[in-house]
């Protein structure tokens, strides 16, 4: 039987904009209650070497930034639950969320469920999750240690991946669609510096149309280079494929219940404040839910602050 949990402010998700906004909301008195989510501390903790945190002058992993922030949820007495979401009615008031360990009531709302990766959508991909197709090097690399492997992508993430596993794997493919990487110039000066030793080969205007392999997983992959004049395909001997072309907002269970584009939430943007506010008063978001382009730890705490402050806002008018 489900036990039904009230709290003036509810925060779902906790990678850096729910765990910001669940420090903001605490100190302000609005005893939050967090709720994790599947995937605890979200996509950040998957990032093997942190330098830009501001304050944080060595390098850090993403899981021990987030097991930090966590600490320091703790420390000011929110709650924090490790239950799933799997439907909510924001039309009524007091709002109702429905997870599967509980049923939740709420006066407020700050959406932070954050991104899972994107797939090729190829059918192979399906066969080999697990088997060979993997969409985190860290968690993964090891796995692949002296061996060839691939990653696709050409973003901070696909570079950032590449670089990870150059120091472990024997060689890595880096395959990108398009003619020039879309990262940061730091990654690619340093993605150069690697390529001069050979462990890394780059492969531009390539998409990756198949996937081969047996029982014990990848063996090779197809590989198309597309030309306006020319279409050629040919095939890489690899044991593992990284997949880093982006992510998808964890948002279908709001799709129907609040105003969204592409599949990311929509909020207000007012001039003088509110700035976290969806299209229903009292539902907030923050994080990568609501940002494709900045996609970095600290705008999503930034935006994590905003939501906790125009919620505390929000609650005060209700009385």
Same mark, same amino acid.
């Given at each position: 039987?489900?036990?039904?949990?009230?709290?003036?402010?509810?925060?779902?998700?906790?990678?850096?904009?729910?765990?910001?906004?669940?420090?903001?909301?605490?100190?302000?008195?609005?005893?939050?209650?967090?709720?994790?989510?599947?995937?605890?501390?979200?996509?950040?903790?998957?990032?093997?070497?942190?330098?830009?945190?501001?304050?944080?002058?060595?390098?850090?992993?993403?899981?021990?930034?987030?097991?930090?922030?966590?600490?320091?949820?703790?420390?000011?007495?929110?709650?924090?639950?490790?239950?799933?979401?799997?439907?909510?009615?924001?039309?009524?008031?007091?709002?109702?969320?429905?997870?599967?360990?509980?049923?939740?009531?709420?006066?407020?709302?700050?959406?932070?469920?954050?991104?899972?990766?994107?797939?090729?959508?190829?059918?192979?991909?399906?066969?080999?999750?697990?088997?060979?197709?993997?969409?985190?090097?860290?968690?993964?690399?090891?796995?692949?240690?002296?061996?060839?492997?691939?990653?696709?992508?050409?973003?901070?993430?696909?570079?950032?991946?590449?670089?990870?596993?150059?120091?472990?794997?024997?060689?890595?493919?880096?395959?990108?669609? &398009?003619?020039?990487?879309?990262?940061?110039? +730091? @990654? =690619?000066?340093?993605?150069?510096? #690697? %390529?001069?030793?050979?462990?890394? !080969?780059?492969?531009?205007?390539?998409?990756?149309?198949?996937?081969? &392999?047996?029982?014990?997983?990848?063996?090779? +992959? @197809? =590989?198309?280079?597309?030309?306006? #004049? %020319?279409?050629?395909?040919?095939? !890489?001997?690899?044991?593992?494929?990284?997949?880093?072309?982006?992510?998808?907002?964890?948002?279908?269970?709001?799709?129907?219940?609040?105003?969204?584009?592409?599949?990311? %939430?929509?909020?207000?943007?007012?001039?003088?404040?509110?700035?976290?506010?969806?299209?229903?008063?009292?539902?907030?978001?923050?994080?990568?839910?609501?940002?494709?382009?900045?996609?970095?730890?600290?705008?999503?705490?930034?935006?994590?602050?905003?939501?906790?402050?125009?919620?505390?806002?929000?609650?005060?008018?209700?009385?």
């Amino acid at each position: 039987m489900k036990i039904t949990k009230n709290s003036k402010i509810i925060i779902l998700g906790s990678g850096p904009a729910g765990c910001t906004a669940a420090i903001y909301a605490s100190r302000a008195n609005l005893n939050p209650i967090l709720i994790t989510g599947t995937n605890i501390g979200g996509q950040l903790t998957n990032t093997d070497q942190i330098e830009n945190w501001p304050g944080e002058i060595n390098d850090i992993t993403g899981l021990d930034l987030m097991k930090r922030m966590h600490k320091h949820v703790c420390k000011f007495d929110a709650t924090m639950i490790s239950d799933n979401i799997i439907s909510v009615d924001f039309q009524n008031h007091p709002f109702r969320l429905t997870g599967e360990k509980n049923e939740y009531i709420s006066d407020s709302v700050i959406i932070a469920t954050g991104s899972n990766p994107r797939y090729l959508g190829l059918k192979s991909e399906k066969i080999f999750k697990g088997k060979g197709i993997s969409t985190c090097a860290i968690c993964d690399g090891f796995f692949y240690r002296n061996r060839n492997v691939a990653v696709i992508g050409g973003g901070n993430t696909a570079i950032e991946e590449t670089l990870y596993l150059s120091n472990i794997v024997n060689k890595v493919y880096l395959i990108h669609r &398009g003619s020039t990487f879309s990262a940061e110039k +730091i @990654l =690619v000066q340093r993605l150069k510096k #690697k %390529i001069q030793n050979k462990k890394i !080969i780059i492969y531009f205007n390539c998409n990756v149309k198949e996937i081969f &392999g047996d029982s014990s997983g990848i063996t090779e +992959i @197809l =590989v198309m280079q597309t030309n306006p #004049k %020319i279409l050629t395909t040919f095939k !890489i001997k690899i044991s593992g494929l990284f997949i880093a072309i982006g992510h998808v907002p964890n948002t279908d269970i709001f799709l129907n219940q609040i105003e969204t584009q592409n599949g990311y %939430i929509k909020t207000m943007h007012k001039e003088h404040g509110n700035f976290t506010q969806t299209s229903i008063p009292g539902i907030f978001a923050a994080g990568d839910v609501i940002d494709h382009v900045y996609k970095q730890a600290i705008t999503s705490s930034a935006s994590g602050c905003m939501a906790a402050l125009d919620a505390e806002k929000y609650l005060a008018n209700l009385l």
